[in-house]
């Protein structure tokens, strides 16, 4: 007793002192944070006195300055909990640093003794010196402290992982990764503390937004991270593999390595707006933000969020391909519908008149064999309605005869033109026969089935449009109403179809920003200090210079092809994993993919290994993804917990019997794990579910099956799983994601219809 107890307390004396060194170079490292903050700051105030400079070139210069020493304040200003985290420490290298790329291969390997150590975080700071207090996580210099294994040490000895919070060193832990040497720092052997940084990382409780995993990168993970950019990137990897996490680094690794290639912009596409809310503060985290965009596939286009679900019947038939065609016949559908059949105008003495004939031969020339988009052939329309007019007024008269006759025959038709095409007459039915049609109307067209039976043709069978006009009828005539995300993928591709409709500029140029540009340039001065702004609407962005897709396998064809609407010149990284996908018709999709990718050289990775499942849990997962992708390996998982997932059954019919269950599994959750605790449902029960978790408390969330997509909780109820496995063609695949929610504690409730053995497991999942 009385040596174990000595034992202990040397450990506690040994990290005591660990712990107390590291807060002594995190205190050095926030002194100089504070000396940067107030170099941006007086950087700041000196360009807000210089607001009068009155050239353009100044101006521009100024603001560049503000927008850098902005920039870098903001940076600086940031509190991140675990701003230094890492540390490694090193062999003496066998060569110099080459292109300012450390060596990775020791002098002796049988060296004990620690060369150098170098401390990674967030930012990389310098001393007054220029030498390195704190390394940038992307830098080449840190990738040792991700790369480096037992197996493939390198340089690295020993691997720490250090926990702060605010100011406040917390705790330390240690890997070593030469165990076959007695390894020494300053002439003294070198501490060890801990059981192992990445145990320690994947023990804490978690909360509603996802942390970085910048402490706890792997060497796998790191290798999509700092792969090439250009082309594209593929990354596969099963549940708890890190898809999500690797890919919002990597987006702050490109910006690190060449932050002028991607000023046109990151796009980071998720399959949720939930999945947006828990991954948000991840880059912001990671020291950027502002030039990385985080939109669910249902906001991709401005001024629309997805606030609805259609049903997987429904979603088969939008997200097809075969959209494609119908929405370009209900695109000319609706531009005709309601157009006036008959045209009369009084010129040059006489009532002239089209009659329905004649309109549809103009209609059919103006949309020609061509692709242009319907409204921007309106100045066509009027032209070619022109000829046809002028074309019945000299219908009676001769041929000019010679060079004379001509040119006033084309000084009469210039009149004619001019004088017909400034009649109200003819500009109200100009804007009847051809009106600007938005995407939105095209859809309020389709409510109706009927009408979109005899447009679909071969698109759609008759029972596939009697679904889409249902899944419409809410709208109403301008198309006003939530859409699905399925809808935004067709209202995108209407865009295409339709154009924007051309509009006057009606804004005002003073004569004095004519003449010296400064309107272009006077940006802080005018936000600081008052001179007068001008109205800006803000243009949706279109192009991205990388496009990072997470949860790919979800993706339809028509998703597919809004996507690379906004990415025609762009790198991508592509994460997804075919085993879990909702959408039923891969290969579609895939077609779509490589549409979209071609021509794009293709790097592939494979992420083996579960962070985020005990293999308890995992071990019941692999039961349903044997039965929903056979042949699929599952990934490993990293760690045991001794604690098995818990089957409980209600044998009795009706919902009221089913949530108190749900309740009590929830209440008895809450009090088995610290941190965040879910329930997953059918999504036709997302209602039940949420009066079934009511007052718990905001540790609790209940989330449709298809909203649990790349979330992780502490703990998770799968309520219902034959409910969710039989939503779909995909069920079981949903099935496998629910199933794979939970770092600490799994529950499966399952209902009369599917009712447990002995051993309380249900024959789904046996």
């Known amino acids: 007793m009385g040596a174990h107890g000595s034992a202990e307390h040397y450990t506690d004396t040994v990290r005591d002192r660990e712990i107390a060194g590291e807060q002594q170079h995190l205190d050095t490292v926030y002194q100089r944070l504070e000396e940067k903050l107030a170099e941006a700051e007086y950087i700041l105030e000196d360009a807000a ?15 560049a300055q503000v927008y850098r020493a902005g920039a870098h304040l903001q940076r600086l200003n940031n509190e991140f909990e675990d701003f230094l985290f890492g540390r490694i420490d090193l062999q003496e290298a066998d060569a110099p640093e080459e292109h300012g790329i450390p060596s990775q291969t020791p002098m002796d390997p049988a060296d004990p003794a620690v060369a150098e150590s170098l401390h990674i975080g967030r930012l990389g700071v310098l001393d007054a010196e220029f030498g390195p207090l704190v390394i940038d996580w992307r830098a080449p210099a840190a990738a040792p402290f991700y790369r480096a294994t037992p197996l493939e040490p390198g340089r690295v000895i020993r691997r720490r992982v250090i926990r702060s919070k605010g100011r406040k060193v917390i705790g330390v832990e240690d890997d070593l990764l030469r165990p076959d040497l007695t ?9 060890v503390v801990g059981d192992g940084a990445l145990m320690a990382t994947l023990g804490r409780a978690r909360g509603h937004t996802m942390r970085d995993i910048v402490s706890s990168i792997q060497k796998e993970q790191d290798e999509v991270i700092r792969a090439a950019a250009a082309g594209a990137t593929l990354v596969t990897g099963g549940p708890g593999t890190g ?30 707006a939930l999945l947006v809310s828990y991954t948000e503060g991840v880059l912001p985290s990671l020291g950027e933000e502002g030039q990385v965009a985080i939109r669910a596939v249902g906001s991709l286009v401005d001024g629309i969020e997805a606030g609805r679900y259609d049903s997987p019947e429904v979603s088969r038939i939008k997200g097809s391909s075969r959209m494609v065609q119908l929405l370009r016949r209900a695109a000319r559908a609706a531009l005709e519908l309601g157009a006036p059949t008959e045209f009369k105008v009084f010129a040059r003495g006489q009532v002239l008149r089209l009659d329905a004939g004649r309109l549809k031969a103009v209609r059919g020339n103006v949309v ?73 109307r095209v859809l309020a067209t389709l409510r109706q089935h009927r009408h979109t039976n005899r447009i679909a043709r071969r698109a759609v069978t008759p029972d596939e449009s009697r ?28 865009h295409v179809l339709l154009g924007e409709p051309a509009r006057p500029k009606v804004r005002e140029v003073d004569a004095i920003d004519l003449l010296t540009g400064l309107e272009e340039v006077t940006t802080y001065g005018e936000r600081t200090y008052g001179r007068r702004e001008r109205e800006r ?3 949706e962005r279109r192009e991205y210079a990388h496009v990072i897709v997470d949860e790919a396998q979800d993706l339809t064809p028509m998703q597919w092809r809004m996507i690379g609407r906004r990415s025609r010149m762009a790198t991508w990284t592509i994460v997804g ?6 959408w039923p018709f891969p290969e579609e999709a895939q077609a779509a993919m490589d549409e979209v990718l071609a021509g794009k050289p293709r790097r592939r990775h494979t992420l083996t290994v579960n962070y985020r499942n005990p293999a308890e849990i995992a071990e019941v997962a692999a039961k349903v993804l044997a039965l929903a992708a056979p042949g699929t390996p599952s990934p490993s998982a990293v760690r045991a917990t001794g604690v098995r997932p818990r089957f409980a059954a209600v044998r009795e019919t009706g919902a009221e019997s089913f949530g108190k269950a749900a309740r009590a599994e929830l209440e008895w959750l809450l009090g088995e794990v610290d941190g965040t605790v879910a329930i997953v449902v059918p999504m036709d029960r997302r209602a039940e579910a949420a009066s079934w978790a009511e007052g718990l408390g905001e540790r609790v969330v209940a989330l449709g099956s298809l909203e649990a997509k790349g979330l992780e909780y502490d703990a998770t109820v799968v309520a219902d799983p034959t409910g969710i496995a039989g939503e779909s063609e995909a069920g079981l695949r949903v099935l496998y994601v629910a199933l794979t929610r939970a770092t600490q504690r799994l529950t499966v409730l399952s209902g009369p219809d599917d009712l447990p053995d002995a051993a309380g497991v249900p024959a789904l999942l046996k």
């Open 49 to 63: 006195k210089r607001v009068q400079v009155g050239t353009p070139g100044a101006l521009a210069e100024r603001d």
């Open 183 to 191: 390894p020494t720092l300053g002439g003294e052997e070198l501490a």
């Open 243 to 272: 898809k999500t996490a690797v890919a919002l680094h990597r987006a702050a690794f490109l910006l690190y390595q060449d932050r002028r290639r991607y000023a046109g912009g990151i796009l980071v596409v998720s399959p949720t």
């Open 368 to 440: 020609g064999g061509g692709g242009t988009p319907l409204n921007l052939l309106r100045p066509r329309a009027r032209r070619l309605l022109l000829d046809a007019l002028w074309s019945e007024a000299v219908r009676d008269l001769p041929k000019p005869a010679g060079y004379a006759e001509r040119e006033q025959r084309q000084e009469e038709r210039e009149t004619f033109d001019e004088y017909v095409s400034d009649e109200a007459a003819f500009l109200d039915f100009l804007d009847a026969w051809w009106p600007a049609v938005t995407p939105r």
């Open 467 to 494: 679904l889409l006009a249902a899944s419409w009828r809410h709208l109403d005539d301008r198309g006003a109403g939530d859409l699905s995300a399925h809808d935004v993928a067709l209202v995108d591709e209407l």
């Open 537 to 539: 609407i803000p243009e």
């Open 577 to 582: 994993d075919p085993a879990q996908s909702s």
